[in-house]
């Protein structure tokens, strides 16, 4: 089973965002597992909790958790043309201690979303530039912002077929990377 976890750099109840990766899990073949990964509950990172302050048991959970995982699945609104800070510092954690980065060489993708025609386009660049550094390979193509995301959910969070078939396309890339990764 590969198992791929998915973050979502929301933390709003019921946000765009966890609406639009409710709607990808299910385009997932069999043998793939998704798996929500929390981050609203990591302490920001502060370098002093790796040596005297001692590593707050949140961190360690959460390293624990991406380690076990196959790939990652970013779906993110843009705060400021940006990640949302809790993104942030979520890849900040997991990239400490140094030299003990859970990210690297995991199979990675992107969606942002906004209710604005930029769909994100800032956020999911700013975080590809991170992902790179993390020595995360990302999938490159198709890349996916979705703009407007309000008006393509109905009443019950159930995005449009024509914007599902464009997410099952990125989603078969992605299992393809991942796949190649694993061999």
């Known amino acids: ?9 929301s933390l709003r109840k019921n946000s765009f965002s966890k609406q639009v990766a409710d709607n990808v899990v299910p385009l997932f073949p069999e043998g793939f597992e998704t798996e929500f990964v929390d981050i609203g509950n990591l302490p920001l990172f502060n370098q002093d909790f790796e ?9 360690t959970e959460f390293r624990n958790k991406i380690k076990e ?3 990652v699945l970013f779906v993110t609104p843009e705060y400021n043309r940006s990640i949302p800070g809790v993104l942030k510092n ?15 060489g995991k199979p990675t993708s992107i969606i ?19 992902l790179a550094f993390l020595n995360m390979p990302v999938v490159q193509q198709p890349e ?9 959910l109905d009443e019950k969070g159930k995005l449009r077929k024509d914007t599902l078939e464009l997410l099952q396309s990125f989603v078969d890339t992605f299992v393809d990377l991942i796949k190649r990764h694993q061999s």
Not at 90 to 104: I, K, M
Not at 112 to 130: D, E, I, K, Y
């Open 112 to 130: 942002s979303q906004s209710p604005g025609t930029l769909a994100g386009f800032g956020a999911n660049h700013h975080l590809r530039q991170v």
């Open 69 to 71: 995982l196959d790939a």
């Open 1 to 9: 089973m590969v198992k791929v976890g998915i973050i979502v750099g």
């Open 90 to 104: 979520a890849l900040d954690v997991g990239s400490r201690p140094y030299g003990e980065s859970v990210w690297n």
């Open 51 to 59: 040596e005297d302050l001692g590593t707050p048991g949140e961190y």
């Open 144 to 152: 996916v912002y979705i703009g407007s995301v309000h008006e393509l």
